[in-house]
T-cell receptor, first 110, second 114 residues
Framework: LAKTTQPISMDSYEGQEVNITCSHN???????ITWYQQFPSQGPRFIIQ???TKVTNEVASLFIPADRKSSTLSLPRVSLSDTAVYYC???????????FGKGTRLSVIA | ETGVTQTPRHLVMGMTNKKSLKCEQH?????MYWYKQSAKKPLELMFV???????ENNSVPSRFSPECPNSSHLFLHLHTLQPEDSALYLC?????????????FGPGTRLTVT
């Protein structure tokens, strides 16, 4: 099971672009990378998933370099409502369940 | 609204009480999960059910007893809990119990054990 490492916390001002990088050095060939977002006192929700290069949706972009040993979640022009914990997860193949780490606590300041 | 509902949203119980948490998913999923989230700690997977059969039990104390009568409903029966069991209990569902499938979480039940 690939271990992930991401910053414990980050601060940002409103309107800035925020990049959260996650390292997963022992990612396996068939593993996907996914990110979840959790607001206070709520369950996590899926944001984005990718395998390599770049994926973009209405919420965020995910950049994965060729060696796939890291990934960067990019949130464009954050607002106060983006204050949350962001989890990077590597999805193993087979029957292994998801394992959430501590995530990155993003605080957006006015 | 994720399609996963949990009741009650808040629960205060004494250590000698017996209570149950309920989860219902309206997504037609085959897998359901219970997670525990204590303050300042990562989510801890407690139980996984696939098509009403338990496929994962992460060394959870027997004072927590899950029940999955059908693929849409999941219960967590609680008895003789300890104060350290106070936490946010989250239910989730997914199309399949393998990690590749996106999980949809409910709003959680905030449990306080006094």
């Amino acid at each position: 099971l690939a271990k992930t490492t991401q910053p414990i916390s980050m601060d940002s001002y409103e309107g800035q672009e925020v990049n959260i990088t996650c390292s997963h050095n022992n990612i396996a060939t068939n593993d996907y990378i996914t990110w979840y977002q959790q607001f206070p006192s709520q369950g996590p929700r899926f944001i984005i998933q990718g395998y390599k290069t770049k994926v973009t949706n209405e919420v965020a972009s995910l950049f994965i370099p060729a060696d796939r040993k890291s990934s960067t979640l990019s949130l464009p022009r954050v607002s106060l409502s983006d204050t949350a914990v962001y989890y990077c997860l590597v999805l193993p193949s087979g029957n292994t369940p998801l394992v959430f780490g501590k995530g990155t606590r993003l605080s957006v300041i006015a | 609204e994720t399609g996963v509902t949990q009741t009650p949203r808040h629960l205060v119980m004494g250590m000698t009480n017996k209570k149950s948490l309920k989860c219902e998913q309206h997504l037609g999923h085959n897998a359901m999960y219970w997670y525990k989230q204590s303050a300042k700690k990562p989510l801890e997977l407690m139980f996984v059910y696939s098509l009403e059969e338990r496929v994962e039990n992460n060394s959870v104390p027997s004072r927590f007893s899950p029940e999955c009568p059908n693929s849409s409903h999941l219960f967590l029966h609680l008895h003789t809990l300890q104060p350290e069991d106070s936490a946010l209990y989250l239910c989730a569902s997914s199309q399949d119990h393998r990690a590749q499938y996106e999980q949809y979480f409910g709003p959680g039940t905030r449990l306080t054990v006094t």
